[in-house]
C-alpha cells in the first residue's frame, strides 16, 4: 500500500514542482523581428519548364534548312493524326502527303508524291498548313522521309532558303558574308584554289565544296574494344565514314580532300550537335594545294572520326543521349549516342590528352 500512495503524491504534485515545463503556446511571448521568408512549392514533376542543356527552352529555334538532306517545296496534301506519346510535353505523330514542286536539295523528284513522318514533342498539338504549299526540311532514315520542319511558303524568305541549301552543310550566312565550319582556324585556305566554287567562307576563302552525285556516304558505329553492360551500347564514340563508287565509271568527290596518297578526313568532315557546328576534332585548316580525291568503279575508301573530342558541346551528366550529324558536303548522317558520364568523360579525357583509346596495336 506505502508504494501506491507513493505513485498517486508523484502524479498529483503541482505544476510548480516541474520548473523547466516547455510552457504551452498560450503562455508564449513572440518578440517581433523577420518574419520567414515564403518559398513557393517546387512543381510535380514533368510540371515545370522544358530544361535542356544550356538552359530552359523558352522559344522554338527558326528552321535551320542548311541542315537538312532534303530541302523542298510542295503542296501539303494529307495530313494524318497519330499515336500520342504518354509524355510531359506528348509526344505528337503525324504522316504528312507532300505533291513536290521545287527540289531545292536532295534526290527526290519534281512532281512525286511522298509521305513523310513527323514527330513533336511539345505542350500543344502542332498545327500544319494543309492544302497550302509549303517548305519542307527533312532526312531519309532506312528509306522513309522524316519531315523535321514543314513552313508555309514565303516569297520573301525562299531565296535565303536556296542559298542556304546551295551551300554544304555546316555552312551558313548570306551572299556579304558566308561561314564555314572552318571559320574560327587562322588557317588560310591556298587563295589560288578555288576549284570552280561559287561561294566562299569569308573567314578563311574556303570554298563551299559539295559531295556531288555518283558516290555514295555511310556512317556507322565502330563497336567498342570493351562492351560494359548498360554503359557504352553505341560505343566509345568512334564512328566509321565510306565513301564508295557503285558506278561502272571514276567519281570525283570534291568535299573529300586528298595530300598525295592521304585522305584528309578530319580536315574534310563537320559535325553538327545542340544547333552548332565544328570542325571534326584534330582539324587544324587546310592552307596547301589539295586534290579531291576520286574513286575507280567499285572502290572504297573508309575514316575514323570520334564527335567525343568536341569541345564546346554539354555533354551530359550521368546517363542520356545526345546526337550528332556527321557531315561531308552535303551528305550526312545523324547518329545518336548514349553517353554515360562515368564512363565517356574518361574517353573524353583521353582523346584531349591524345592518348588512345584502344589496345596498341588494335
Not at 504551452?24 to 514533368?46: C, E, L, M, N, S
Not at 550566312?173 to 587563295?191: E, N
Request: charged share 20%.
Amino acid at each position: 500500500m506505502k508504494s501506491f500512495h507513493l505513485a498517486l503524491a508523484l502524479v498529483f504534485l503541482p505544476t510548480a514542482s516541474f520548473p523547466n515545463k516547455v510552457p504551452t503556446p498560450d503562455r508564449v511571448q513572440i518578440k517581433p523581428g523577420p518574419q520567414p521568408i515564403k518559398v513557393a512549392p517546387r512543381p510535380f514533376p514533368g510540371r515545370g519548364p522544358i530544361r535542356l542543356p544550356g538552359g530552359v527552352q523558352l522559344v522554338k529555334a527558326p528552321p535551320a534548312w542548311s541542315s537538312h538532306q532534303h530541302v523542298f517545296t510542295g503542296t501539303l496534301d494529307k495530313v494524318v493524326a497519330g499515336p500520342v506519346g504518354r509524355s510531359f510535353p506528348p509526344m505528337f505523330t503525324h504522316k504528312l502527303t507532300f505533291t513536290v514542286k521545287e527540289v531545292i536539295r536532295g534526290d527526290i523528284k519534281p512532281g512525286d508524291q511522298v509521305t513523310a513522318s513527323h514527330v513533336a514533342r511539345q505542350r500543344a498539338k502542332p498545327v500544319f498548313p494543309e492544302g497550302k504549299d509549303c517548305v519542307v526540311g527533312g532526312e531519309k532514315s532506312r528509306g522513309s522521309l522524316q519531315a523535321k520542319n514543314v513552313v508555309e511558303f514565303d516569297l520573301k524568305k525562299i531565296d535565303a532558303i536556296r542559298l542556304a541549301c546551295a551551300l554544304p552543310l555546316g555552312w551558313s550566312g548570306d551572299l556579304a558574308k558566308i561561314s564555314s565550319p572552318w571559320a574560327d582556324l587562322p588557317t588560310q585556305w591556298p587563295a589560288n584554289l578555288k576549284e570552280g566554287a561559287k561561294h566562299f567562307c569569308a573567314s578563311t576563302g574556303r570554298p563551299a565544296l559539295g559531295f556531288g552525285s555518283g558516290a555514295s556516304f555511310e556512317v556507322e558505329k565502330v563497336p567498342p574494344e570493351a562492351e560494359i553492360k548498360w554503359t557504352n551500347p553505341d560505343g566509345d564514340g568512334d564512328y566509321k565514314i565510306s565513301v564508295s563508287n557503285p558506278t561502272t565509271q571514276p567519281v570525283t568527290v570534291p568535299a573529300l580532300r586528298r595530300l598525295g596518297e592521304k585522305i584528309l578526313w578530319n580536315e574534310s568532315m563537320a559535325i553538327l550537335c545542340q544547333g552548332k557546328t565544328y570542325p571534326a576534332p584534330g582539324a587544324k585548316g587546310i592552307s596547301f594545294a589539295t586534290v579531291p580525291v576520286m574513286l575507280r568503279p567499285g572502290q572504297k575508301v573508309s575514316g575514323i572520326v570520334n564527335p567525343l573530342a568536341l569541345e564546346g558541346p554539354n555533354w551530359p551528366k550521368g546517363g542520356y543521349r545526345i546526337s550528332f550529324q556527321i557531315c561531308l558536303g552535303e551528305r550526312s548522317s545523324t547518329q545518336s549516342f548514349y553517353y554515360m558520364s562515368r564512363h565517356h568523360d574518361g574517353i573524353r579525357s583521353k582523346l584531349k590528352a591524345g592518348k588512345p583509346i584502344r589496345s596498341l596495336g588494335d
